[in-house]
């Protein structure tokens, strides 16, 4: 270990992964470098259109967390820097990068796109997957110039020059974007540069690149134009792509009408050394399918499957939309060549159909979609170069199951597609999990190379200083500005008396737009700023933060929304969503005149945190929080620490359940600062974020955060298939317990046994359960060959790594059998299994002597905790975490966080790195050791109060309480009783406010008079504009 | 004057209406039906409040008298709440609300509570394609009501 430990940590690789850990670290006070080798941070995420289950815009989504990370205090960014060599020991390490030169000054670069525009050169554009964009002359050309900025939100907004295409760097001709550039920052003598930092832990988050599928000839990708990648396909779909969001064919521009979507292009395919589940493509091609019927009802989209690896929260329901709703077709089969109608360049595609038709099939399409495979990234070499990380055959660097984010190198942690194919909120909590990793490691040096933020002095807005307001009305790009015209709404802003300066940025969100608005609060001395551009609910954060950091109080701040709530819903109006426009952006101003500063409290936290549940996902979280330094209440219900995990005698990874809990549970118990509890539950909860009370077994316990980690456990299938009815008629769980009892000569396996074939709560597929029945079926045919294990299974879900002990149990002579919900295997009294083998088209019988059923875990009882901490289940009643996508384990609900099964089915791997997730949550939450109260709360005016009690009995939050109040007159004391609020206990819901009789309670921010102000203000239409007046007055009642 | 002429110099009646959403379902199902590119009138005005319990009925009657040929209250189904319960209340007072709005003389078809959650974009869209229908029907609202 090194003798210095530095409070700083290197993270290699800018997606989403390695956003996500840069900001947990940074959080918590350690400095943070994040290097990427592309232009910009962002990573592959940024292509996204949509992402899964939810449909959210990937953009949408991921864009403020790309400002987060550019205006972090504690975060460095060292973007198109390489990485080149490593050396030192954990806790101090030397990090040599290569800097290459952009050709741009990066300092005076403003990210106007003026040498882009003028730029007459071309690059293959990699941000969109290769496509062409239509020139002003109707000519192909790649989607980039030779100069550009790398996409409209890039962080950093700066312009790069690609050397080896561009003319001037090559022959020392045009020079174009030079004399363009109004800030001087082109500088062609630029060169990369050697550079180095010193960090004490490194974090690798490198990713993936997409399959090349010219690697499959068969499939002509590159030859047939109509032939397109997944990726290509996403930015098809992309309002921003090169076709404005109009999916055409590459080779005639017109909209395909049958669509194929081909799996498992580089993926599961052993003679190209790759075994492994990509994880995500069979999500992403639903929903690219659902999305191509969206932009066009017509559409008929294919999907050819091997199996539909719909494994995660929400994903099984998210398949079945596509099914019932959307009426994607589904056939399972592998394409094995794609051939080009040379007459109208439609695809014709070979495959073998598994039901029905015997013999090859063909099908005539207008386009053809691969979904090609996550491949790990080209970085990977440098990983084991320069690094020396261990990689596996297929190139993922290697992981222990019990150490799923430690490398073998000390000090060097990985998380998401690095180690191994997956989807974003694995990602994402994983990153959270190689955060927590590196904080314990760095523990004692932290805070000790970062500087205090220093805000600019506040500046003084007081009620009746003469409002100056500002007000951005933000193209969006084409998402407002191809409906709404903004500079008119914005021209429109400055005929208001109070309103001193309005522009129409391009991106009101974009970095530069920031720095304009500071600009613009100093220059026009604002003291109110109006953004117009989209929803509050995800961008108000961000534009607060720039008030914040131009000394203006960030409550005197608000947001229009224009794009969600007009230009999106209106696209076809352009006049009255203009109208629209102006009458909120109106309303505003006059909200905004009324605005006033508000403070946050900081109230002082309590530095413990209680984990409920002992199984590995509370246990990790435990471990984890104590050897960063924060003291545990480790909470268990049943008499002994270790979960499900303790029935469990051998794991599909070989590891013994057992073994596990007892290595974890010696290390718990060498941990002081863990408190156990068993047979124990956590009672009498009060108090919120930071400063929580509750009794355990008695003991009054006070806590600033909560972890939940309650699991689950496997359903009781009676009613199933005669469960209950034989011993031979036995559940996965079961089998493992009693393992060592049976010798059965001839096994069936029935997957899906109340999962999946339910209405909800038990709709979802469960994760693990083909993984759990392949364990077994090797270990019944490892121990006895002959004998016959026959898996009767709908889709067979080994993604990943996992796909290996598929190939394996099949190697082994396992025999797999596919059934459908129409047709069902069936149990007779006897024991006689039948089910009808769609491939041979017969129905087969089966005597085995052993029926096991793989039935889902369900989550432990968690309604009590549910309701105690006032967070929501799903549906399948797990709980419901904040954001399915960015926010897996965090609830919406401040202090509360969530690991293990207790969120959905997952093997121990994934818990543990869950736990570690929820651990750095936390860690980032208590670091500080304060938190900022709600600015937005209810006051109570004492004076006008009566004491009545209504809001007391409204409150949801129990934040009111009466209180008797002495007041000493001259010669006597007078009792009265008043209504008091707890600031940090308030959430602002303003109930209270319209219950109080009296009028004596009044709610900050969202007053009574500012309300109203806002919706008179939009019904009443001032003089100025005549015209509109005029012809609302040639308005005839129909 | 020929006959198409006519038709098209006569504007259908374009009413206003003011919505009060609350933040968390309501607004975000409003944001939704956005995202999902889901089209409805565009009439619809929405005033963001954190919860539909925030809205004191003495704002809908003040929106009618200031002009607004309809008003919506949007909250969170019940059970929902992100505040827990401020919804119920929220319907509480304004069915009151209703049976005073009765009594003045109000078309009770100008108003509507409704719950509207997160997820629900399409229906987002539909109700306030219907409200505006509704509303469309029973004309400019009169200042005397």
Same mark, same amino acid.
């Given at each position: 270990m090194a003798e210095t430990m530095l409070g700083s940590v290197a993270v290699i690789g800018g997606g989403i992964a390695g956003i996500q850990a840069s900001l947990d670290m940074a959080d918590q006070g350690f400095l943070v470098y994040l290097i990427e080798s592309n232009p910009s941070i962002g990573g592959r995420m940024v292509q996204l259109d949509k992402t899964f289950p939810t449909l959210d815009c990937a953009m949408c989504i991921l864009g403020p967390k790309l400002v987060d990370v550019q205006r972090h205090p504690n975060i460095q960014l060292l973007t198109y820097c390489e990485l080149e060599t490593l050396s030192g020991t954990p806790g101090n390490f030397t990090l040599k990068y290569l800097k290459k030169a952009r050709y741009v000054d990066e300092e005076k670069c403003t990210g106007c796109g003026e040498c882009e525009e003028n730029c007459p050169y071309y690059v293959d554009d990699e941000f969109n997957a290769g496509l062409m964009r239509k020139d002003k002359k109707g000519r192909d050309k790649p989607a980039r110039k030779n100069v550009s900025i790398p996409f409209p939100q890039a962080v950093p907004k700066v312009a790069y020059i690609v =050397?080896?295409?561009?003319r001037y760097l090559t022959k020392g001709k045009c020079g174009i974007c030079k004399k363009k550039c109004g800030p001087g920052a082109i500088n062609y003598e630029q060169k990369d540069e050697e550079r180095e930092i010193h960090v004490g832990a490194v974090i690798v988050t490198t990713g993936f690149d997409p399959?090349? @599928?010219?690697?499959?000839?068969?499939?002509h990708f590159g030859q047939y134009p109509n032939v397109v990648t997944t990726m290509q396909f996403e930015r098809l779909l992309n309002a921003s792509g090169p076709t404005g969001g109009e999916v055409i064919r590459p080779s005639d521009q017109k909209h395909p009408k049958k669509i194929a979507f081909l799996q498992c292009v580089g993926s599961r395919n052993p003679s190209l050394n790759k075994n492994y589940c990509s994880a995500a493509c069979c999500m992403y091609a639903i929903k690219e399918a659902i999305m191509a019927k969206e932009h066009d009802p017509n559409v008929e989209a294919y999907i050819y499957y091997m199996d539909i690896r719909a494994f995660g929260k929400g994903f099984e329901e998210f398949y079945q939309r596509a099914i019932n709703e959307f009426n994607i077709h589904f056939i399972k089969s592998r394409v094995s060549e794609v051939r080009e109608n040379?007459?109208?360049r439609n695809l014709i595609i070979k495959y073998e159909d598994f039901k029905g038709t015997p013999g090859i099939s063909t099908e005539e399409m207008d386009m053809v979609v691969l979904s090609t495979g996550l491949d790990p990234s080209s970085h990977s070499e440098f990983l084991k170069e320069r690094l020396h990380l261990e990689l596996s055959d297929t190139g993922f660097v290697v992981t222990d199951p019990l150490k799923p984010l430690e490398t073998n190198q000390e000090g060097v942690f990985v998380c998401g597609v690095a180690s191994s194919p997956k989807d974003i909120p694995d990602t994402v909590a994983q990153a959270s999990g190689a955060a927590a990793k590196a904080s314990i490691l760095l523990k004692d040096a932290r805070g000790t190379e970062i500087e205090e933020?220093?805000?600019?002095r506040a500046i003084k807005v007081s009620p009746t200083d003469e409002p100056r307001i500002g007000v951005l009305v933000c193209h969006c790009g084409h998402n407002i500005g191809s409906v709404v015209d903004c500079k008119e709404v914005a021209d429109y802003a400055k005929k208001f008396d109070n309103v001193v300066y309005a522009n129409d940025p391009m991106y009101a969100c974009a970095a530069d737009s920031q720095v304009m608005i500071k600009e613009a609060i100093k220059e026009h001395k604002l003291n109110r700023v109006i953004v117009a551009s989209c929803t509050p609910r995800t961008h108000e954060p961000l534009f607060r933060s720039t008030l914040i950091e131009a000394g203006l109080n960030e409550f005197l701040f608000d947001l229009v929304n224009l794009r969600e709530q007009v230009s999106w819903v209106h696209p076809h109006q352009e006049e009255e969503a203009n109208e629209k426009a102006r009458d909120l952006v109106r309303g505003a101003i006059t909200r905004a005149c009324g605005l006033e500063p508000l403070f946050k409290e900081k109230i002082h936290i309590i530095k413990k945190a209680v984990v409920i549940g002992g199984g590995c996902a509370g246990m990790t979280s435990a471990l984890d929080l104590a050897r960063a330094g924060y003291p545990v209440y480790l909470v268990e219900k049943e008499d002994q620490l270790g979960g499900e995990l303790l029935k469990i005698p051998e794991l599909h990874n070989s590891l013994k359940g057992p073994e596990v809990v007892e290595k974890l549970r010696k290390e718990i118990e060498n941990e002081p600062e863990i408190s156990i509890f068993t047979n124990a539950k956590l009672e009498e909860l009060s108090g919120a974020v930071g400063n929580f009370k509750g009794k355990i077994k008695g003991k009054e316990i006070q806590f600033g955060a909560v972890i939940l980690a309650t699991g689950a456990e496997p359903f009781t299938p009676n009613g199933y298939y005669n469960y209950g009815t034989s011993s031979n008629i036995i559940t996965q769980r079961e089998l493992d317990e009693r393992f060592d009892e049976v010798d059965p000569q001839n096994v069936v396996m029935i997957q899906c046994v109340g999962s999946r #074939?339910? #209405? @909800? =709560?038990?709709?979802?597929?469960?994760?693990i359960c083909c993984t759990v029945a392949i364990k077994n079926s090797i270990r019944i045919k490892e121990r006895n060959p002959n004998a016959n294990v026959f898996v009767l299974y709908k889709d067979i879900r080994t993604y990943g790594d996992l796909e290996e002990l598929y190939l394996k149990a099949r190697e082994l002579g396992t025999i797999f059998i596919r059934y459908t919900d129409e047709q069902k295997p069936t149990v007779d009294a006897d024991g006689t299994v039948t089910v009808f083998d769609e491939m041979l088209g017969v129905n087969l019988q089966i005597k085995p002597d052993l029926i096991v059923l793989s039935v889902p875990l369900v989550p432990k009882p968690n309604e009590e905790l549910s309701q105690m901490f006032k967070v929501p289940r799903g549906s399948d009643n797990f709980f419901l975490e904040a954001h399915v996508k960015l926010r897996p384990i965090d609830f919406a609900t401040d202090g509360i966080f969530l690991a293990g099964t207790a969120h959905f089915p997952k093997f121990t791997s994934e818990s543990i790195f869950q736990g570690s997730g929820a651990a750095v949550r936390v860690m980032a939450l208590l670091a500080k050791g304060y938190i900022l109260s709600e600015g937005a709360i209810a006051i109570v005016n004492q004076d006008v109060c009566r004491g009545c009690g209504r809001c007391e009995e409204v409150c949801p939050f129990k934040a009111i309480e009466l209180e008797v109040k002495t007041i000493k007159m001259e010669t006597q004391e007078l009792k009265m009783v008043k209504a008091y609020i707890n600031e940090a206990v308030c959430k602002g819901c303003g109930t209270c406010v319209v219950t109080c009789p009296v009028s004596a309670i009044t709610i900050k921010h969202f007053p009574d008079k500012l309300i109203e102000s806002q919706f008179e203000s939009i019904l009443t239409k001032p003089e100025f504009t005549e015209q509109m007046e005029a012809d609302m007055s040639q308005v005839e009642a129909p | 004057m020929t006959q198409a002429e006519t038709t098209t110099s006569i504007k259908v009646f374009e009413p206003t209406i003011i919505v009060f959403a609350c933040n968390w379902c309501s607004y975000a199902g409003a944001d939704l039906a956005g995202v999902s590119r889901l089209k409805y009138p565009s009439n619809i005005r929405i005033v963001r409040v954190m919860c539909s319990g925030r809205v004191d009925p003495a704002f809908v009657m003040k929106a009618f008298l200031k002009g607004a040929d309809g008003v919506m209250v949007a909250g969170c189904h019940p059970g929902d709440c992100h505040y827990l319960e401020g919804n119920l209340r929220a319907k509480e007072r304004i069915d009151k609300m209703v049976e005073a709005m009765k009594i003045l003389g109000f078309e009770k078809d100008r108003f509507r509570l409704e719950w509207i959650s997160a997820s629900e974009g399409k229906r987002f869209a539909q109700i306030m394609t219907e409200f505006t229908e509704q509303v469309r029907t029973l004309g400019p609202i009169k200042k005397s009501e």
């Open positions: =050397p080896e295409t561009c399959f090349d @599928a010219k690697e499959i000839s068969s499939l040379p007459e109208n933020i220093k805000l600019p #074939e339910d #209405e @909800a =709560p038990r709709s979802y597929c469960s994760r | -």
